[in-house]
């Protein structure tokens, strides 16, 4: 039983702290409980943050799990935060407006660099984790602002340290933006290289010029978004729960032919 309302509790904290997103739970539970759950139990920190390179600012979502009794925050906002890698180190201020923790000046990622994160509070264990930055993007074809029809592919070496992909079109044409659904690619261990056909994902959007976005994301976010809700997800992380993951973000601008 024990374990059982722990799993809820960590639950609930890990849908609240994904961000933007709000969600609001209602659950209610009819369970027999003696006081010694209560008294056993410790509380460990929950965490959340993908590290990017598009971002000059790093961000991390820090809470706690809890027991079915007790009332729950909205997060801890006096914890020691301290990210580090690439020969450097910042200690995050927490932010009354985000509410999550930002760096305290421009943090610059670097690809294939690991990146460490700690978290600590008297009465909970220090939390640590690691994620490695995934490698630069090469893009084979096409090149900065060509043109392409929609029987083309966009082709590039598959990043090191890769475990999926996030795409997206964006572009303005006659003064409307059109931008298209991100969907993602998830490679093969074996593969060297990664195909996008066009047709597959832009059929219906009219003739012009685009900015094609990628997102190389880190073994951590797969794992973090793969693995079963009834799990106790420590992606990346040690002593707590959470996310404590990478993405690499590039894009390349082309025109595209759709009729």
């Given at each position: 039983m024990r374990s059982y309302i722990r799993i809820i509790k960590i639950a609930l904290a890990r849908f609240r702290q994904i961000y933007p997103l709000r969600i609001s739970l209602i659950l209610i539970l009819s369970v027999a409980c003696d006081d010694e759950i209560s008294e056993s139990y410790e509380s460990q920190f929950n965490v959340y943050a993908v590290l990017r390179n598009d971002k000059v600012m790093q961000e991390v979502t820090v809470d706690r799990t809890y027991l079915m009794e007790e009332p729950s925050e909205l997060y801890v906002d006096d914890a020691l935060v301290i990210l580090s890698?690439?020969?450097y180190a910042d200690t995050?201020?927490?932010?009354?407006s985000l509410l999550r923790y930002v760096t305290s000046d421009t943090f610059t990622l670097l690809?294939?660099?690991?990146?460490?994160?700690?978290?600590?509070k008297e009465g909970f264990d220090t939390l640590s984790a690691e994620t490695r930055i995934p490698g630069d993007f090469d893009f084979i074809w096409p090149s900065e602002g060509d043109t392409m029809?929609?029987?083309?592919?966009?082709?590039f070496r598959k990043n090191v340290g890769v475990s999926i992909y996030f795409c997206y079109f964006r572009g303005v044409i006659s003064n409307t933006w059109y931008t298209t659904g991100t969907f993602t690619y998830e490679p093969v261990v074996s593969d060297t290289l990664v195909k996008i056909p066009l047709y597959d994902h832009f059929?219906?959007?009219?003739?012009g010029m685009y900015t094609?976005?990628?997102s190389a994301l880190d073994s951590n976010f797969y794992e973090y978004y793969t693995e079963s809700e009834d799990d106790l997800i420590q992606a990346g992380v040690e002593n707590g729960v959470g996310l404590f993951g990478s993405a690499l973000v590039d894009s390349i601008v082309n025109y595209i032919i759709t009729e």
């Open positions: 890698g690439a020969h995050l201020v927490f932010s009354d690809p294939l660099e690991i990146y460490r994160l700690s978290v600590a029809i929609l029987m083309d592919s966009i082709v059929s219906d959007y009219p003739s094609i976005t990628f």
